[in-house]
């Protein structure tokens, strides 16, 4: 089973750096491909970063590219998204995803596994 729990919102100034953290307390956290996805107020969600079960493949939206990083700590259970020179766009609640399949996805649909979300602010 599954339990994805995201932390580490909150509000930051523009420029400024937020490490959110989500850990799966179930026992395949190794096999899953994980993946962030974040949505604003009044728009469609989107894809932020994936990263493979073996953590040497990621992958990153055009818009957080070169900002954000992503990683993972399968001995805890926990991936992470370390994001900088954050902007007042970038302003979502931001979802932890996986998914037990090998591959990488950027869809929200191919995703069977979700956690509740973290709020991140960007004041200008």
């Known amino acids: 089973q599954v339990h994805l729990v995201e932390s580490g919102g909150g509000l930051v100034q523009a420029g400024g750096s937020l490490s959110l953290s989500c850990v799966d307390s179930g026992r395949t956290f190794g096999r899953l491909t994980l993946g962030w996805f974040r949505q604003a107020p009044g728009k469609e969600g989107e894809f932020v970063s994936a990263?493979?079960?073996?953590?040497?493949?990621?992958y990153y939206s055009e818009s957080v590219k070169g900002r954000f990083t992503v990683s993972r700590d399968n001995a805890k259970n926990t991936v992470y998204l370390h994001m900088t020179n954050l902007k007042p766009e970038d302003t979502a609640v931001y979802y932890c995803?996986?998914?037990?399949?090998?591959?990488?996805?950027?869809?929200?649909?191919?995703?069977?596994?979700w956690g509740q979300g973290t709020q991140v602010t960007v004041s200008s």
């Open positions: 990263i493979k079960f073996s953590g040497d493949l990621t």
């Open positions: 995803a996986a998914d037990d399949a090998t591959t990488m996805s950027t869809m929200s649909s191919w995703y069977n596994y």
